[in-house]
């Protein structure tokens, strides 16, 4: 079956300038999370979403960084103002529900996208 | 919180040795430990997982070893192929809000 999508793949875009960044998830994942990768770095966590609501967005860097996400479905992150160092990869991995304090048997495989390779000039 | 270091950054091995690169982690609490698979230009992909009630999980040539006294798990890869070139990732799931802590990254390169 399709696995998760991302799009655009790659966008160059000028320092000031809004972007704006989707996800499509693997159809039945609620939950859906948001990294960024830095070159030759690891993962840095944004947002997770369970549904569409975010019970965690305390990795955005800063309130220029927003994310939403219609149903259990597509979702968008959209920086404002772009500045030079948000430059990198962006990440989106989605899995099935995960009940929380279910014990380690309860937590599902987060599968990634492609990413979407941000470049501010 | 949870806290996940790993090493070593870059890894070079000859085709057909093993494989060996580690993590920590600092919270107790954390009962699930993934290790992803990136390559060029793709997103990580899971290669295989521990969850703290077994000590060790083989798939084929890569195993993985979990010591919960000295909080700290490996990913064994053995009889090394050139496919096996990536960035590996391993994780931790912190049980206070079930996020998972990512260790920096082990950039393997495999020798012809």
């Known amino acids: 079956g399709a696995g998760v999508s991302q799009s655009p793949s790659n966008k160059v875009t000028e320092k000031g300038k809004d972007v704006e960044l989707r996800c499509d998830p693997i159809?039945?994942?609620?939950?859906l999370y948001w990294y960024r990768q830095r070159l030759g770095q690891g993962l840095e966590f944004l947002i997770y979403?369970?549904?569409?609501?975010?019970?965690?967005k305390s990795g955005l860097p800063s309130d220029r960084f927003s994310a939403e996400r219609t149903g259990e479905s597509v979702s968008t992150l959209t920086i404002q103002r772009t500045q030079q160092e948000d430059s990198a990869v962006y990440l989106c991995?989605?899995?099935?529900?995960?009940?929380?304090?279910?014990?380690?048997?309860?937590?599902?495989?987060?599968?990634f996208g492609p990413g979407t390779r941000l470049t501010v000039l | 919180g949870e806290n996940v270091e790993q090493h070593p950054s870059t890894l070079s091995v000859q085709e057909g040795d093993s494989a060996v690169i580690k993590c920590t982690y600092s919270?107790?609490?954390?009962?699930?430990f993934p290790w992803y698979k990136q390559e060029l230009g793709k997103g990580p992909q899971l290669i295989i997982d521990?969850?703290?009630n077994v000590g060790e999980k083989k798939d084929q040539r890569i195993a993985v070893t979990l010591n919960k006294t000295a909080k700290h798990f490996s990913l064994h890869i053995t009889e090394t192929q050139p496919e096996d070139s990536a960035v590996y990732f391993c994780?931790?799931?912190?049980?206070?809000?079930?996020?998972?802590?990512w260790g920096a990254g082990t950039k393997l390169i495999i020798k012809p």
């Open positions: 991995a989605s899995s099935r529900p995960n009940r929380l304090a279910g014990g380690p048997n309860s937590y599902n495989e987060q599968f």
């Open positions: 159809s039945g994942h609620t939950a």
């Open positions: 979403f369970q549904g569409n609501s975010a019970p965690d």
């Open positions: 919270d107790s609490a954390s009962n699930y």
């Open positions: 521990i969850r703290s």
């Open positions: 994780a931790a799931l912190e049980d206070s809000n079930y996020q998972l802590i």
